[in-house]
């Protein structure tokens, strides 16, 4: 199924709003209901469409939007691009401590010039977050601005990483390494630790992207498998990030998404 840039532009719009995105995998169809965290009231206006993805959910891609970290993220990177260094400390001061989002949202009202390059950054961002979680599901249009850009390339090979993110469905903790080995773009891994006594991933590595197969024995005895898509970048740090779309196999078929950062 192909989806128009239109069509990630309005998802990521509605994300920005608040709202949930369900993309039908089959007919590009697209719901949007307000996140359950931001819900209150009356919810009959999204009742028919939540029992509709209720009984199909494995038709569906569900996008939420960005985390608190996720948006920390995203704030930091845009201070990096603001040339006004009084400014650009104003910003970085705002970060600091509790209330960080509402100081930098409050800053930003003292240039409007800012501001709105800070509006066009976070909608820049939410569009590279949106076409993360539709890659693989559909295909995309490649935008124009990275047309050009040529795919990098990344070493896994004696690398190790530990978890910084998952989702609550998600088994491995941050107790958990894991060990890569890479021989050309065959990509193996071990992992153990925490809530894992052994596991193996095999993986094909494509550039920047990763796909693989896991399989694991618990500590509670269980044996279970899955598959995933990864998104490989680097950090400011210059440490290698895995960002990987993950899903049980057999009967619970459960997603979820998580982020790992070599160590």
């Known amino acids: 199924m192909k989806l128009t840039e239109k069509q990630i532009d309005e998802i990521s719009q509605q994300l920005e709003a608040g709202m949930k995105a369900y993309i039908n995998k089959e007919t590009g169809e697209m719901k949007f209901i307000l996140d359950w965290d931001e819900m209150y009231g009356e919810t009959d206006m999204w009742e028919k469409d939540l029992e509709e993805i209720e009984k199909n959910w494995k038709e569906y891609v569900t996008i939420e939007k960005m985390s608190s970290r996720e948006s920390y993220r995203v704030m930091e990177s845009f201070i990096d691009k603001v040339t006004d260094q009084r400014m650009r400390q104003r910003l970085a001061d705002a970060l600091n401590g509790r209330g960080a989002f509402s100081r930098f949202k409050n800053t930003l009202h003292y240039d409007e010039e800012i501001r709105q390059q800070w509006f066009k950054h976070k909608s820049e961002e939410y569009i590279t977050y949106v076409r993360y979680y539709l890659e ?50 065959l990509v193996t891994a071990d992992y153990h630790g925490g809530s894992i006594v052994y596991g193996k991933i095999i993986g094909k590595l494509e550039g920047e992207k990763l796909q693989l197969v896991y399989q694991c024995l618990t500590a509670d005895k269980e044996l279970k498998s899955g598959q995933g898509v990864g998104q490989l970048t680097m950090t400011e740090e210059g440490k290698i990030r895995l960002l990987l779309n993950w899903e049980w196999l057999g009967k619970t078929g459960q997603t979820g998404s998580s982020e790992y950062v070599e160590s």
């Open 136 to 185: 693989g599901e559909f295909e995309l249009p490649q935008p124009q601005e990275k047309a050009a850009k040529q795919t990098q390339s990344f070493n896994l090979n004696g690398r190790s990483f530990e978890l910084k993110a998952n989702s609550a469905n998600g088994l491995v903790d941050s107790k958990t390494v894991f060990e890569f080995e890479q021989q050309k773009d």
